[in-house]
Nanobody
Framework: QVELVESGGGLVRAGDSLRLSCAMS????????MAWLRQAPGKERGFVAG????????VSADSVKGRFTISRDNAKNTVYLQMNSLKPEDTAVYYC?????????????????WGQGTQVTVSS
């Protein structure tokens, strides 16, 4: 069993920054990739960024490249999403998720464990 707890969401203005955190616990949690996904009102859940624990290699969606950075702290079993230059279209509930599939899948269905989500609202 893997447990994920997100924090760090909030209401900000366009151009501001936020850092989301995802604290993870579980036996094999550190072996497989982690990712951030988001869901805006009326839209499907979509991939934002993912990271491999062992190598630290990352993948990001085109819509956030150059603005968002995913990272991890192995000692704290925590994954972060640093979000800079936020735009109103980044408004969504952000979820961290864990998969037992090698690589960094981008389909939400590939992820088994999910956090409760944290709301990010960006005003114009």
């Amino acid at each position: 069993q893997v447990e994920l707890v997100e924090s760090g969401g909030g209401l900000v203005r366009a151009g501001d920054s936020l850092r989301l955190s995802c604290a993870m616990s579980g036996r094999t949690a550190e072996v497989y990739p982690m990712a951030w996904l988001r869901q805006a009102p009326g839209k499907e859940r979509g991939f934002v960024a993912g990271i491999r624990w062992s190598s630290g290699s990352t993948v990001s969606a085109d819509s956030v490249k150059g603005r968002f950075t995913i990272s991890r702290d192995n000692a704290k079993n925590t994954v972060y999403l640093q979000m800079n230059s936020l735009k109103p279209e980044d408004t969504a509930v952000y979820y961290c998720a864990h998969t037992t599939i090698s690589g960094i899948p981008q389909m939400p269905g590939a992820y088994t464990y999910w956090g409760q989500g944290t709301q990010v609202t960006v005003s114009s």
